[in-house]
C-alpha cells in the first residue's frame, strides 16, 4: 500500500512568487490535512480538506490556501511568498477526521 | 484552546537504558493522543494513538504509553533503547467537533541522543 506521496521534495522561490505543492493520499483515505513545520514555531495546523471541502482552517494568513480534487489529492498554495514561509510542509491523510494520520516526507520550500 | 507541553527539549539516555518522554495536554473533553517521530529530513511516522479504552497503549517498535486523566499526562515509555531510536518525539493531541477535525495541536517536540 503506498504511502502518502508530496511533491516536490525540495522548492526555491523568490519572495513574492507563488507556489503550489501537491500531496497524493492513501488509496481509501478522504481526510488530507496540511501543516508547517519550522525551526521556531514547530508544527502547525494549517487546514484539512474532507471530500472536498475545508473542514478547518488554523490560524494562517489568507495567502495560504488549498482544495482537494474528486481523488483526494490536495494541492496547497501559497501567493506573495515571504522569507519566513521557509519551512517544512507536511501533508496527512486520514481514513476518517479525527482519527490516525499518515504522514508525508514532506516538501522542503526554500524562499530567497 | 487545547495545546501540548513536551518539558524536555533534550534528552540523553544510554544504549540498552529505558526511556520515559513526557507529555502533558490541556483539553476540555476527552482528546485524541498521539506520539509521532520524526528522523531528519522525514516526516512523522506514527508509534501509537490513544482514541478511549484501556488506558496502556502498545505501539510500534516496542514503545508504549500510558494515559492519565488526572495528571493530562500521555509519557512515551521504551524499557530498552536501541541507537536508533535517536530522533525527534513528537506529542499531538487531537479533537472531532461536530462535522470536522480541529487539527492536531503538537508539542514543540524532545530531541533523543542515545549514547553508546
Known amino acids: 500500500k503506498a504511502g502518502v506521496t508530496q511533491t516536490p521534495r525540495y522548492l526555491i522561490k523568490t519572495r513574492g512568487q507563488q507556489v503550489t505543492l501537491s500531496c497524493s493520499p492513501i488509496?481509501?483515505?478522504?481526510?488530507v490535512s496540511w501543516y508547517q513545520q519550522t525551526p521556531g514555531q514547530g508544527l502547525q495546523f494549517l487546514f484539512e480538506?474532507?471530500?472536498?471541502?475545508?473542514?478547518n482552517k488554523g490560524n494562517f494568513p489568507g495567502r495560504f490556501s488549498g482544495r482537494q480534487f474528486s481523488n483526494s489529492r490536495s494541492e496547497m498554495n501559497v501567493s506573495t511568498l515571504e522569507l519566513g514561509d521557509s519551512a517544512l510542509y507536511l501533508c496527512?491523510?486520514?481514513?476518517?477526521?479525527?482519527?490516525?494520520?499518515?504522514f508525508g516526507s514532506g516538501t522542503r520550500l526554500t524562499v530567497v | 484552546a487545547q495545546s501540548v507541553t513536551q518539558p524536555d527539549i533534550h534528552i540523553t539516555v544510554s544504549e540498552g537504558a529505558s526511556l520515559e518522554l513526557r507529555c502533558n495536554y490541556s483539553y476540555g473533553a476527552t482528546p485524541y493522543l498521539f506520539w509521532y517521530v520524526q528522523s531528519p529530513g522525514q516526516g512523522l511516522q506514527l508509534l501509537l494513538k490513544y482514541f478511549s479504552g484501556d488506558t496502556l497503549v502498545q505501539g510500534i517498535k516496542g514503545f508504549e504509553a500510558e494515559f492519565k486523566r488526572s495528571q493530562s499526562s500521555f509519557n512515551l515509555r521504551k524499557p530498552s533503547v536501541h541507537w536508533s531510536d535517536a530522533a525527534e518525539y513528537f506529542c499531538a493531541v487531537g479533537a472531532h467537533s461536530g462535522g470536522g477535525a480541529d487539527g492536531l495541536t503538537f508539542g514543540k517536540g524532545t530531541h533523543l541522543i542515545i549514547q553508546p
Open positions: 480538506y474532507f471530500s472536498e471541502t475545508q473542514r
Open positions: 496527512a491523510s486520514s481514513f476518517q477526521t479525527g482519527y490516525g494520520y499518515t
Open positions: 488509496s481509501g483515505h478522504r481526510s
